[in-house]
């Protein structure tokens, strides 16, 4: 039976966020003024009602007083994907990558590292708190090339992390010690656990602009307003490449200016890197963002994860650098960290750490890896354009669709409504989320047309 | 290269233990009093010493401030033992079981259930937040009985953890969240990780009486004491079974008896499950009381770990299980625990899951995996047994030595003071932590002449 799919990648709309409708179907995003949270509306009211007394009666559970927590929008899609019984039926809420037959992965460099391990007898011995050695060198190299000066210089803290989600909310742990009343600014909108990740590290966070809706691209002059506005010191949340939902990410000429505002600012950057490899093919190019912010001397914290660009989805294996101005602080802040992972988990999970080792340092593995992650790519680059000249091929309206082959990575923003996605659903049985997103991972070519199809008519004849 | 072993068992003395010396070398420790603690005075100290102005000097580090965390006890322990160069040298800080060679140890069981899994070549996609479903419902049964009415009535939440700690941590959240101001009772002593688990959790502690320095046993009317002297609706910490770090449990008359006072203060039982089927070879006989308590209808938490038991260490495997009185609320508790869980790691690693489920599933690798249980906890008693004898056909002075006998598990306490263990150590080379535990698992059966030697010594000629 496979194993129940629950996608890594949520969004959910945040509350400093409205949409609104024109009588043309196309949203606008009402102007976003700079709000500080402590959490959004939901936890707060789940955490008062929580409240227990301490008195209690007889036979009554003690647990009684516990609330049901919101159900998860993108399991939500994936289990009426399930249930529905149309032959026709897409799931483009899926957040992993699916074959041209849509089925899972898994790679072939993979495959033969578990073999490897397998055969030279590997014990299961504790890992230190900081996880494998040969893993946080690797990962670490990757990011940033083995012949980047801060390595050489020992200024890197990697402390393996439970894939990307489990690296993020160290950095926020750290964030909330070490750095009280920072505040964090993520883009709106953002991958759905940002969110959460900083609510329950108690790290105080808002929005910057992102999301352009009038272009369905960046909306660079309110980001980098926003940037600005931001107290100094502020953490700045950002998508080192692949954009999580909108797919739409900076030109290396606008991530040379949010780096200037950055340090102008004193801001730490704060990058989540989930995509290396995956989003363009190319480990480099896709770590071009983070290269350059410390190429310019600018101390960063990045997340790391494994789980699309080596299909390690459920082994849960990333890594959490901190690049410091110097080796000393560096040393400092990677014992703050294993303070930090000891008391949630101990140490991380051996298998996929040895896996990563293996593959990244083993040169036969390393290049056919990179094979496979141009072929994945590939894939969804090829998808794009599919359904990019299936979507103008069809629609005569005059619409410039240009933005789905602009978009990068797994996901493209629609530019669909709520009422629109909805339609996509109800008429045309394609699960996708509220906001629009479509997960290309979740479509084949042969499907283009028949998508394009329900985006022409969901964007035309709904509003 | 062997991996760096790292022990997840740690101790600690309590800011609120202190141990003094009488002229005869015997510790003593003072009455506990019930004080609470929101942290240990490092915790406070490092945490007021990192605050950080955002007013930040030219060219300094960001990171600047954050101060160098403490080192971990069991780790120098090691590492010490490691640059020694004696021939006759012993680590008994070892957190992990070891063969008669004293090397690392897989069992065979699991080396089968990952051929089985290669061969099934299984997919690495996303688990759902819970876990794997398979895992779950073997875990839960292991700890309470397939037959148990629990189960059948749905009345437990079941959600797989980072192994022991990972799952005490999401315990340690959800009181935090639900049970605002309620207090966590922790044996004196207990292993060092609890006591973080709870204080990064934002869960004040305390302390009730349980190691009786005198009988180097279990001071039960002490105990009862405090825990009935506890605020009513406190969460008591219980160790299921092979106490850490004394290896000292109460009898099955004593379990009813704390029962008892549990229900009648209305306290909520958290036990720590880390040896079932470890500690004395049968899976049942170390679940009783965990059984003994949900047969009379108590609610309780449950963290269970897989590192011990089966040997899965760096797999990080382990679960949570809340048994509630009614299915309804234990279905809010876990749809609780997974909103925890997921902006802590989003959701669990599968490698292990699948391991357990495999092995626990299929009855001939269940039978294989009780005799490879009964050879290990066969190993540490005959490894007690030896060195009681060796101690006792040595040492004149008539002293009670069958502690040593009555403690169950992995670590003995041997009622050795800090300047005693010191002298096991710098004399020969017997490498433990300051409290006086040794890790039988650490211990060969050849070596316990050796280690009697030592003991007699430090015992009798050093104060």
Known sequence: MASSFLSAASHAVSPSCSLSTTHKGKPMLGGNTLRFHKGPNSFSSSRSRGRISMAVAVNVSRFEGIPMAPPDPILGVSEAFKADNSDVKLNLGVGAYRTEELQPYVLNVVKKAENLMLERGDNKEYLPIEGL?????????????????????????????????????????????????????????????????????????????????????????????????????????????????????????????????????????????????FASGSLDEDAASVRLFVARGIEVLVAQSYSKNLGLYAERIGAINVISSSPESAARVKSQLKRIARPMYSNPPVHGARIVADVVGNPVLFNEWKAEMEMMAGRIKNVRQQLYDSITSKDKSGKDWSFILKQIGMFSFTGLNKNQSDNMTNKWHVYMTKDGRISLAGLSLAKCEYLADAIIDSYHNVS
Request: aromatic letters at 10%; proline letters at 7%.
């Open 133 to 277: 050695a040969a893993f946080n060198k690797a990962t670490a190299e990757l990011l940033l090339g083995a012949d980047n000066p801060a390595i050489k210089q020992q200024r890197v803290a990697t402390v393996q992390g439970l894939s990307g989600t489990g690296s993020l909310r160290l950095g926020a742990a750290l964030i909330e010690r070490y750095f009280p009343g920072a505040k964090v600014l993520i883009s709106a909108p953002t991958w759905g656990n940002h969110k959460n990740i900083f609510n329950d590290a108690s790290v105080p966070w808002s929005e910057y602009r992102y999301y352009d809706p009038k272009t369905v691209g960046l909306d660079f002059e309110g980001m980098i307003e926003d940037i600005k506005s931001a107290p100094e010191g502020s953490f700045i949340l950002l998508h080192g490449c692949a954009h999580n939902p909108t797919g739409i990410d900076p030109t290396p000429e606008q991530w040379e200016k949010i780096a200037d505002l950055i340090e102008e600012k004193n801001h730490i950057p704060f990058f989540d890197v989930a995509y290396q490899g």
